[in-house]
């Protein structure tokens, strides 16, 4: 076993005193040693619950044979990081978690991991930790909030705060009902109601093998949560037994597979940053151009918030994962293994059929493509993105004027202050992995948008990203970004851009001797932070389209 290292031999015997003083028995130090991860914290909605779900997970660990030793990491809550400066560290924070769980688990030398998570960078950061290391991992992740409810109708966080300030801005939402909705559309612990970023890749964690079926959909505080901790728990030290490892379940396949769920789902953009970062830590090549492929060819098959309707809760009791993965089948690389133990194609056979109101069929789809378009074009030479399921069909195509903003803050108060016109294209800029730095989300920005109304005339395109819970034609991860110099950098009021959401290319439409002018006359940014961890991540952040991953 990889923790022999730390215990076994007559020079270990300091090692066996400190390991006794944790309070093991004899007989405990011939077992496996499973480190259980936690992102536990009072302050993520998607995390509070994790108490109980430690100790279930412990209690699975025992029977099935290992000794579990939790440890920590922590968490963001992008919500309450929004529209301040905390939104600099949440995607950097995902590097960190990568970091933390190698640091603990080879200084200590544990067998195996149980990752316990729930939000947005906290997932994909335990992901990239499980491939970077290479042991046997499975993740648990703690499952969606309810929805709430007000005079019986169902709330969600992103369509019931964020958008209800613009709302209330346009003059469509009056001060009770405002006041009451910041108390009910969050009624208790869990991710984010909708398709948002932390559902998104917990339903493409259980797609691509790293979770126990059933897992990605289960929602918080319930019984069956705690039994699949429990089996979690249980199921890792099997894992270590038959030493099978993170990188025999995370292979390009197994990416192939998360990414046709995701375009099936109609899932965040964020995967998009996060899918190619987990496969960096795996030494698997996937890329953008493979999300673009697997899109063209992946009919949608759900609608759920923000583009639609239906909400987590719905997809859960409609059968879930399984019952989307058996609807996808034909589309699948079936003979891929997962934590289970089965393969994917065997999950697919013993799963129940779907509720069809829910989960449409191949022949039934909501869209004939994905959910999600990667775009190129003169604005974006590497590529951006956009979560065309959340799009109207009429905005599919679309020429505007530039309005150009060096950051959000300039953008939002433009956009408050009722000056934005129809054909508006708000380039968002300098808010790229570098240029932010950390890629801020623009969730505040685009909810107003939504709130106000002006979605089905407007575009905007960042080199920034946005929260699972935008829709509209929101365009972002334009790369090269602003900070790098890319053509982003470039644009001037008034410049038309032209973008075809079903030609997958955006354009400025300005002529290239123009565009060399002004490169000329580009001055790099200094940059934001001169000290500490996001100077440091500034330095080191590599483009988007390469997920964001630190050189």
């Not at 059929?353 to 869209?367: A, C, K, M, W």
């Amino acid at each position: 076993m990889r923790s022999d290292k730390v215990k076994k031999g007559i020079e270990r015997m300091p090692n066996r005193a400190l390991l006794y003083a944790t309070g093991i028995s004899h007989g405990l130090m011939e077992r496996p040693f499973v480190g259980v991860c936690s992102s536990f914290t009072d302050l993520v909605p998607g995390h509070i619950g994790m108490r109980r779900l430690e100790r279930r997970i412990e209690g699975g660990v025992y029977t099935g044979g290992g000794v579990p030793f939790v440890f920590s990491v922590p968490g963001i809550c992008d919500g309450i990081a929004m529209g301040h400066p905390g939104m600099h560290y949440s995607l950097p924070s995902r590097e960190l978690i990568a970091d933390m769980i190698e640091t603990i688990t080879l200084a200590h030398g544990l067998d195996g991991l149980v990752l316990l998570t729930n939000c947005d960078k906290i997932t994909p950061g335990m992901l990239m930790a499980a491939c970077r290391l290479d042991i046997p991992a499975i993740v648990v992740t703690a499952g969606p909030m309810r929805s709430g409810n007000y005079r019986g109708r169902k709330l969600s966080l992103v369509r019931d705060t964020f958008e209800a300030i613009g709302q209330h801005r346009a003059g469509n939402l009056d001060d009770e009902t405002f006041a009451a909705l910041e108390c009910e559309a969050c009624p208790g612990e869990g991710s984010c109601q909708g398709l948002y970023t932390a559902n998104t890749m917990a339903c493409l964690t259980e797609a691509m093998g790293m979770s126990l079926p059933g897992t990605g959909t289960a929602l918080a505080g319930t019984a069956k949560k705690e039994r699949l901790a429990f089996e979690a728990g249980k199921r890792v030290v099997t894992l270590i037994e038959k030493e099978i490892t993170a990188r025999q379940i995370v292979t390009r396949k197994s990416l192939e597979n998360a990414i046709c769920m995701d375009m099936a789902l109609g899932g965040s953009t964020n995967t998009a940053l996060h899918i190619p970062a987990i496969a960096h830590e795996g030494e698997v090549d996937i890329t953008l151009a493979d999300f673009d492929q697997i899109s063209k060819k992946t009919p949608r098959l759900l609608s759920l918030r923000p583009g639609g309707e239906q909400m987590m809760e719905d997809l859960e009791f409609a059968g879930g994962i399984p019952a989307l993965l058996k609807n996808l089948k034909p589309l699948l690389n079936t003979d891929c293994i997962t934590v289970s133990g089965n393969t994917i194609g065997e999950i697919c056979d013993y799963a129940s059929e779907g509720d069809g109101d829910v989960i449409r069929t191949l022949e039934n789809p909501y869209s004939s493509e994905g959910g999600i378009a990667v775009l190129k074009g003169t604005l974006a030479p590497e590529g951006a993105v956009v979560k065309v399921g959340a799009v109207d069909p009429a905005m599919y195509r679309f020429t505007g004027k530039a309005r150009v903003f060096d950051g959000e803050n300039a953008a939002m108060e433009y956009v408050m202050s009722g000056r934005v016109k129809q054909k508006d294209v708000l380039i968002v800029r300098y808010e790229g992995p570098r240029g932010g730095p950390g890629m801020r989300e623009s969730l505040a920005l685009t909810g107003a948008i939504a709130g106000m109304g002006l979605g089905g005339g407007i575009a905007v395109v960042t080199d920034g990203r946005f929260s699972g819970g935008t829709r509209n034609l929101s365009i972002g991860h334009v790369s090269p970004e602003a900070a790098m110099g890319g053509p982003i950098a470039l644009v001037k009021d008034g410049d038309s851009v032209h973008i075809d959401l079903p030609a997958r290319k955006i354009d400025l439409l300005v002529d290239e001797q123009e565009l060399n002018e002004r490169k000329k006359m580009w001055n790099k940014p200094a940059p934001k932070f001169k000290r500490g961890w996001l100077a440091r991540y500034e330095r080191l952040v590599s483009t988007a389209a390469r997920g964001a991953v630190l050189d």
